[in-house]
Structure formats: C-alpha cells, structure tokens
C-alpha cells in the first residue's frame, strides 16, 4: 500500500508497501494521525478491526453511503464478542431501496434504534475508547470493494466530537431505522443546512481557516 504513515504530523512522514490493515497503521500514536492510500488489499472493516486492536473495545459509529451484509455480520461479530461496546450507523436514503435485503438483514442483526437514515455521501468511523477518540475519514463505504481508496485516521478529541455532533443531530431528529422517503428525510436534513449555515460565499474559491467547517 502506497501510503503515509504520521505519528507527529507533519514532523515524520514514512511512505511503505503494505498488505495488511494493521501494518498500515502500526505507527498510530496517541494524539497521533495516520494517513493511508490502498489498492483495494483490505476495507473497512479490517481497518476497524485493526484499530481495535490498538484502542481497545470501542464504542462505534459509522456513517456510510452503503453496507455489504458480510461487513455486517463482522461487525456484529465484534459487537457481540465484546470488541466493541455499542454501534450506531449512519446511512445514505438510498440503501434500503437500492439493496432492500440487505438493509432489512441489517436492522435485524442491530435493531432499528441503532439506525438512521439522511442524505449523506460521508463515510467516516468513530471509536471512543476508554484512552482513545479516533476518527477514520475515508472513501470507504463498509463493503468488499477493490480499488484505490484513502483513510485519515486521527486520535483527537475535537475531530472526533466535531464528527460525532453531526451524527447526534440526525440520531435525534430522524426516525429509528432505514427510511427512504424524502417526505421524511428531505425536512431534517434541510433544516440541518439552515441551522449550520450563515451565509453563502459564491466565490468560485474558499480559502479555509485552520478551524473545522461545515
């Protein structure tokens, strides 16, 4: 895997092949970041599984735009093995018309309070553990899917709280387990955009500040 691996951003950078998640993230350290570009040699959820391993049992949320029912089933694997503590799932409208057996298969497995639904195209994992507060920013959905893909893995707490704010907004105004309706879904996430937005900048570039942006 042609990647960077950052223990104290930007003061070490290493560039290696690797082949395995928890190669690829062997340099993670407290505080720490570790940035990783594959060719398809693991997902996410053996990136999950890696960072498991380091952090200890976790508590989980994903946000995703899609779900393969094996990835599921680990995940459900590591909840109910006691890797991970609880699991919350954030997902794209569109799952549970696109794949309807799956997405029901998965609110059995996890239950639908676990569950939302919004207009969302973010894929991102939160593990809190008892030390730890990683957030892993990817192009990964969780499914099996060979091909160039990027992560960012960050222990920090305001990452992690700034993602994790997002997540409690929908968990909230959003109705317990997979709803495709728009009727339903439009609403929420409309309001979202207002209450997040104060102005529109129609410039064709935005210089961002060294601060986290909606």
């Known amino acids: 895997m042609p990647g960077l691996g950052i223990t104290k951003y930007p003061d070490y950078i290493k560039a290696l092949p690797y082949q395995y998640a928890s190669e690829s993230i062997s340099g ?11 060719k398809g040699q693991f997902s996410l959820v053996d990136l ?9 049992p976790s508590d989980v949320i994903l946000s995703t735009w899609a779900a393969g029912l094996r990835d599921a ?10 890797k991970i503590n609880s699991f919350l799932m954030l997902c794209d409208r569109s799952f549970s018309s696109r794949h309807e057996k799956y997405a029901r298969s998965i609110q ?4 639908k309070e676990c569950i939302r639904t919004t207009n969302t195209h973010a894929k991102f994992v939160l593990l809190k553990s008892s030390e730890w507060n990683l957030t892993i920013k990817t192009s990964m959905n969780l499914n099996h899917n060979p091909r160039f893909e990027t992560f960012d893995i960050d222990d920090s707490q305001d ?4 993602f ?5 907004e929908m968990f ?9 309706t728009r009727r339903i879904v439009s609403p929420v996430f409309n309001k979202s955009l207002k209450d997040q937005s104060t102005s529109i900048d ?13």
């Not at 089933?73 to 006691?82: E, I, N, P, T």
């Open 48 to 56: 999950i599984v890696a960072c498991l391993d380091i952090i200890g």
């Open 28 to 38: 993670l350290k407290k505080d720490g970041r570790v940035i990783g570009l594959t």
């Open 159 to 162: 990452i992690y709280n700034f």
């Open 164 to 168: 994790k704010g997002h997540v409690d």
């Open 73 to 82: 089933r680990v995940m459900k694997g590591l909840l109910s093995s006691g």
């Open 202 to 214: 129609n410039s064709e570039f935005q210089f961002t500040s060294n601060t986290f942006s909606w």
């Open 172 to 180: 909230l105004e959003m109705p317990e387990g997979f709803t495709e």
């Open 108 to 111: 059995d497995m996890f239950g």
